[in-house]
């Protein structure tokens, strides 16, 4: 596509392989949308309008200088976003624990990869999506997909497994699905039974690993005495998958010369999605998979900078280089860099759920400043997080276009985008890209990084402290998170630009990278990886009388998150114009409904209009609905904002529904 004389084209990266999906040949669309903002706005009487940047700051860093005065740090929070460059997630956390001084800091990767991470952590003592290159996936023999459906959501992601049989778990028959040699379609919040039931066919099967067991990991003992009650009849029975299907599956993973087990977000946005993937881990475990060159256990992220989006500071219990915040040694090597006292840095914070739902109550926050996030559309109990916003004192948010949260806000600033500032992102396999500046933005605009530096300096921090421009605020960084897990100190701009494939940890400006992980050891004390003894408990919210259906929500090929870009894309938006939910034909029946139709859906929430989409191969007690679409068509006016004890992941998969034909 040409844009003022710029094209958008694919290159022959190893990950996409030259390919581009409908999103990123059409994504120069959106820099120039007619409704781009090219003004700060101010909130005067009800009314957002055009003010100068040096007002706009003025007035921020005034409120927030006040409502800290008169009710302490902790009244004002930050919500960042996994799209946000390295560089923009690790000045926000440094902004919101020095400048601010507030604890109230977290993000919406809070929503997409944070159950893959606990689960990670967990078992291999570090997470990192993928501990292998995306290529080694092109000579896997069998790959199992758990709640992924790449097909739409990273079709250039496809190209690496067409020499592999997929198995494809999922309650929708979904385009990977399609693809897939084997579909396993569990009924909805019973993945974590599924994997118990192949873990269990594994061992009895004589399947197991168990040398690599014995020298290589731990706990295994725990997980199977769990694992030994759920034997493929009786998770036959809770999950709706033949048992002789949960068999193949096992003898097809342990034949397999190289085989993958992946996750994405089907199996972690539930109340147990920790567990969930956790049992997924064992699985692979079980089979002597991660370690092993041509061989492993990944999980699929899901936002542009989704991995390095969440090692650098932007959620509420993390320091950068992974670090976590109330770790004494950790808060004193960060504040010797950031050159304040290791006590003056806020301890943890509340996570994102939690962080919305205190907005304005007593104790709470006052004031929320939100940097590349769509929240009204994107939280789950939309409806519950809206009036919790209309609550506030101030809010803030920083966006390139009027988003349905920025119409809410008291200012808003216009920021740049992808191809318009300079920036690094760490891909879903550990590399970190140099993302370098094509265009310039259009007049007013400001990068993040300029716009923290702003406010910064006004509430009284050395300007120095907060650089504007992106490859300094990667060298502080890269010393930053030296000795942490995520360790990006031997990394420099320099060496990006000379091409070279740096996958953290690099530890030295002499080291290579490391692109496979865990080969010799996990990161563990000990250097073995570990079990996790899990137990199936099924959705928070199961069917009843009055809700008998339960719904899932996800992601259509067309459009990305809460579709605030995407929507404004006149090729993407007239694929796809407006919610819909794909129902069985049988179900929609049963509603009085028929495709086509505008049908109502309601949780005990709240309700969303949509059109119907019969389709043959839905479960008949199964609804799906895209989260792409605002107002009364936001998929998250049902969703279920109960968290997973670990991650605090909201159950996004799975809530109990009804369905009804809606008024004329």
């Known amino acids: 596509m040409r844009l003022d004389g710029t094209r958008v084209s694919p290159r022959a990266f190893p990950v996409n392989a030259g390919g581009l999906c409908q999103k990123g040949w059409t994504a120069g669309e959106l820099l120039r949308t007619g409704d781009r903002l090219r003004t700060p706005l101010l909130r005067r009487d009800g009314v957002l309008c055009p003010v100068g940047w040096d007002e706009a700051l003025d007035f921020v860093a005034g409120r927030l200088a006040g409502l800290r ?70 000579g896997a023999e069998v790959v199992l997909l758990a709640g992924a459906n790449p097909a739409e959501t990273m079709p250039p992601f496809l190209q690496h497994l067409r020499g592999a049989d997929l198995i494809v778990v999922d309650p929708r028959r979904t385009p990977t699905a399609e693809q897939a040699s084997l579909h396993l379609a569990p009924a909805p919040g019973t993945d974590l039974a599924l994997a118990l039931g192949i873990l269990h066919a ?43 299907d949960q068999r193949r599956t096992a003898e097809l993973l342990a034949r397999a010369g190289n085989a993958y087990v992946l996750t994405a977000r089907g199996a972690e946005q539930h109340a147990t999605g920790t567990d969930t993937v956790g049992a997924w881990i064992n699985l692979a475990l079980s089979l002597g998979l991660p370690g092993r060159t041509g061989s492993g256990y990944g999980c699929l992220t899901g936002q542009g900078n989704g991995q390095g989006g969440r090692e650098h500071g ?172 995520a360790d990006y100190s031997g990394i420099s701009y320099a060496r990006l630009r000379a091409g070279e494939a740096l996958h953290w940890p690099v530890p030295a400006e002499e080291h290579a990278g490391t692109p496979r992980m865990f080969l010799d050891r996990f990161a563990h004390p000990g250097g073995r990886a570990r079990f996790a003894a899990v137990d199936h408990s099924g959705p928070a919210e199961p069917p009843s009388a009055e809700f008998p259906l339960q719904a899932t929500t996800g992601r259509v090929l067309q459009h990305y998150q809460s579709g605030a870009q995407t929507r404004r894309i006149a090729e993407l938006n007239a694929v796809v114009p407006e919610v819909f939910v794909e129902v069985h034909p049988d179900t929609a029946a049963r509603s009085g409904l028929s495709d086509g139709e505008r049908a109502v859906v309601r949780s005990r929430r709240g309700e969303t209009l949509a059109r119907v989409r019969c389709v043959a191969s839905m479960r008949p007690d199964l609804v799906f609905l895209p989260f792409h679409f605002p107002g009364k068509a936001r998929a998250n006016l049902l969703t279920n904002s109960v968290l997973d004890p670990v991650s605090r992941m909201p159950e996004f998969k799975v809530c109990a529904v009804s369905l009804a034909k809606a008024d004329a």
């Open 202 to 244: 594994v061992v009895a099967d004589g399947h197991l690993d168990k040398s690599y067991v014995d020298t290589r990991t731990g706990g295994f003992g725990e997980a199977w005495r769990i694992a030994a009650a759920w034997w493929p009849e009786r998770v036959e029975r809770v999950t709706g998958v033949a048992a002789v």
């Open 69 to 138: 005065r008169e009710h302490g740090a902790g009244a004002v929070a930050v919500f960042g976003g996994g799209g946000l460059t390295n560089e923009k997630a690790y000045l926000l956390g440094k902004f919101a624990r020095v400048a601010l001084g507030t604890p109230n800091i977290d993000y919406n990767g809070r929503f997409c990869m944070s159950s893959a991470a606990a689960a990670g952590i967990r078992a291999f003592g570090l997470d990192r999506g993928l501990p292998f290159p995306v290529t080694d996936l092109a």
């Open 314 to 485: 932007q959620k509420a219990d993390q320091l950068p280089g992974y670090r976590k915040i109330d770790d004494p040694v950790a808060r004193a090597h960060v504040a010797g860099v950031w050159g304040v006292a290791p006590e003056s840095l806020p301890g943890p914070g509340r996570s994102a759920v939690e962080l919305l739902d205190s907005l304005g109550r007593d104790g709470g926050p006052k004031a929320l400043l939100v940097f590349g996030s769509n929240v009204v559309v994107s939280a789950p109990s939309a409806s519950s997080v809206q009036e919790r916003l209309s609550t506030l004192d101030l809010m803030v948010v920083a966006d390139f276009v009027l988003s349905e949260t920025a119409a809410l806000a008291d200012v808003v600033f216009p920021v740049t985008q992808w191809a318009e500032e300079d920036g690094t992102l760490t891909n879903l396999e550990g590399r970190i890209l140099l993302r370098c500046k094509a265009l310039d933005p259009p007049p007013g605009a400001r990068t993040d990084l300029e716009l923290i530096h702003g406010l910064a300096t006004r509430l009284g921090q050395p300007a120095e402290r907060f650089p504007a421009d992106a490859e300094t605020v990667f060298d502080e960084l890269r010393i930053a998170s030296k000795g942490g897990l």
